[in-house]
Every structure is written in C-alpha cells, then in structure tokens.
C-alpha cells in the first residue's frame, strides 16, 4: 500500500516587495521588486512532501500520496492557492474554500542591504478552522499527519486528540513556537524544531545555549514525550534525540547558500517522506532519513524563492541509499 502523508495547517499568498529601506509614517516608497508566491508553512511542507517523492517529469504519481486539509477564501488567492498545491502534485481536495472569507496573505518587506524582513501575517480562512471540523478524520485514514502552529490551537490540539484515539504518527513543527499543554505532546511522535522553537518549546530564552551539547536542555526536551526529537540547526546541520540513546549530530551540506527560506519547510517534508518509506525506527533507519533530509534542505538552500526552491526526488539520490 502506498503510505499517506495529510497536512493539516495554513496557506498564504505571500506578497514580496523589496525596498532599499522600510518607509516612515505617512510615506511611500517606490520599491526595487515586487513578487507573489504560495507559501504558508502547511502548503510549503505539504508541497515539499508531494516533490520529495515523485519526480516532477510525472506529478500524477510518487511513492507517497501527498493531501493537505486547511482553508482558503472564495477569492483569487484562493484559487491560486489550490492551484499551487496541485500543480505540486498534492491532493488539495480536503481544503475548504470558505465563502465571504479572505484567504491568508503575508504582506513581506525585504530590506534589500540587510536582506531583513518584516512581515505583516493576515491569517484570514486559515483561523476559519475550528475544532469540530476534526473530531474525525475521513478514511482513508493517513499513515502520518504533519502539523504547525499556523492555524487556531485549539483546532491543532482536537487534531492531536484524534489522531492520537485512531493511532496516527503526528509530526509537529511547532512554528511559530509557543508552549503547548502539556498532555499535547504525548500525541506527538517526532518533534521537529530549529533553535529559537526549541528554547521556547522547553521555556528556556537564552539565547546562547549549544544545542549540540547541552544534556539538561536535551533532558527537558525529551521530557515532553515526543518519541523522536529533531533538532535543526541551519548551517551547523542537525542533531537527533531520543530517549536513552545518544545524541547523534549530523553536519550540515557544504553548499552555496543563495536563499535560506524553507529550508526548515524542506528538512520536515523529506523527513516525512524517509520515514514513510522505511517504517523501521531502528537508530539506522533513523539516522539516513535524517541525512537524506539534510541533503533535501541544502538543495533548497542553494536556490532562491520557498516552494520553487524545493528539490524534486530525482533531484536527490533515493532516500533509502
Ligand atoms: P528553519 O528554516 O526552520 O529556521 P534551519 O535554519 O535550522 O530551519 O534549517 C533547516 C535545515 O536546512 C538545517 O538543519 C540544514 O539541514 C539545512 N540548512 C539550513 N541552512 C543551511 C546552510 N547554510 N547550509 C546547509 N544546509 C542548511
């Protein structure tokens, strides 16, 4: 049987001006680019997953059956939204389209000398998704679920529940970070989390702590119950944990990096896909999804743009190798 990944969180249109600085009060500018792309980070890893297993010569079929379940407006992002999902090759038929509700937009300013953004997130349909809409899951059933923290809480703690009562593997990247109850972790079997989440999934601010080293911090991170915890580094790689195993450190890819943007949305999406395609959790098995996934994200790292920037699976070498 073909395994299913389903993602359950947001999509936006993402609207990308660059400027050679940010306006004051009361003035405009004239910017130096302007640009649209799908983004939102359900519809990037979902995205990642569909190309990460099939190759983009033959979209119609891959070694994993990709969907997305969230919501959009009854507007023409929308449409393009839907659109970006399928022409990726992800099966969009569990996103709502709501009527009278806008769709999700991030308004991004890039400061074209400091290359720093600042972005102004409407989240629209997306918070459209409440609670009701999964306390069941329709069959087929998916092998894994993937979620973020783009959508309401509330709403990703009911898909928690219930796919913890039907026995799912859940996947959270919990961006943007915030500390989850307690109890919402025992639902979670692999934690997937870069630097800044990680010390604010476990409360600890600081911003100098090595993740590769620090056992108490590793402790309390484990602590939470998630079986399998990745923590990525950007250019100092990945380090993985589990509970009483040693940690295992993976170094980051030599590439020339052009655009860091989903590189995070990359790593999970082909972490996903190894994992789905070689269901033993042995530390072996573990340890080559986790550098097939460092070698997917580097890719995206070489390449401007988010989704686009994305490696296809006959891009890479096969992740069972
Ligand atoms: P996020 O995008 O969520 O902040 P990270 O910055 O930790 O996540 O990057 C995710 C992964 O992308 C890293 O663990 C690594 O595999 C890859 N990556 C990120 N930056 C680089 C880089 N400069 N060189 C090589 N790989 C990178």
């Given amino acids: 049987m073909?395994?299913?990944?389903?993602?359950?969180?947001?999509?936006?249109?993402?609207?990308?001006?660059?400027?050679?600085?940010?306006?004051?009060?009361?003035?405009?500018?004239?910017?130096?680019?302007f640009s649209t792309g799908c983004g939102g980070k359900g519809a990037n890893q979902a995205v990642a997953c569909a190309r990460l297993s099939r190759s983009?010569?033959?979209?119609?079929?891959?070694?994993?059956?990709?969907?997305?379940?969230?919501?959009?407006?009854?507007?023409s992002f929308g449409g393009d939204l839907l659109k970006g999902l399928r022409d990726n090759g992800v099966d969009a038929?569990?996103?709502?389209?709501?009527?009278?509700e806008k769709s999700g937009v991030a308004v991004i300013i890039v400061e074209e000398h400091s290359g720093e953004n600042r972005i102004l997130m409407s989240p629209g349909a997306n918070f459209s998704l409440k609670p009701a809409d999964f306390t069941d899951l329709p069959a087929p059933l998916p092998d894994i679920i993937i979620l973020q923290l783009e959508i309401p809480l509330?709403?990703?703690?009911?898909?928690?529940?219930?796919?913890?009562q039907k026995k799912i593997e859940v996947l959270l990247n919990p961006a943007p970070a915030q500390k989850l109850p307690n109890e919402a972790y025992l639902a979670i079997t692999h934690l997937v989390v870069n630097e800044s989440e990680a010390s604010i999934v476990t409360g600890n601010e600081a911003r100098d702590i090595d993740w590769t080293s620090n056992t108490a911090q590793h402790k309390t991170l484990l602590d939470l119950g998630a079986r399998h915890v990745i923590i990525t580094l950007g250019a100092r790689g990945v380090c993985y944990l589990s509970k009483g195993k040693p940690i295992r450190t993976f170094a980051a890819q030599k590439v020339n990096v052009k655009d860091t943007t989903a590189a995070g949305d990359t790593f999970v999406g082909a972490y996903a896909v190894a994992i789905m395609l070689n269901r033993d959790r042995s530390e072996t098995a573990m340890a080559k999804a986790i550098d097939w996934a460092n070698q997917a994200a580097a890719k995206t790292v070489e390449r401007p743009g988010a989704q686009s920037a994305i490696p296809w699976a006959n891009e890479l070498p096969p992740s069972n190798a």
């Fill in 2 to 33: 073909t395994p299913r990944i389903e993602v359950i969180g947001s999509l936006n249109l993402d609207l990308v001006s660059t400027t050679a600085r940010v306006p004051q009060g009361g003035e405009t500018i004239i910017t130096q680019s």
């Fill in 56 to 75: 983009q010569h033959d979209i119609s079929s891959g070694s994993v059956i990709v969907s997305m379940a969230g919501a959009v407006g009854d507007d």
């Fill in 93 to 100: 038929a569990s996103v709502l389209v709501r009527k009278g």
């Fill in 154 to 164: 509330d709403t990703t703690l009911q898909i928690l529940k219930t796919a913890q």
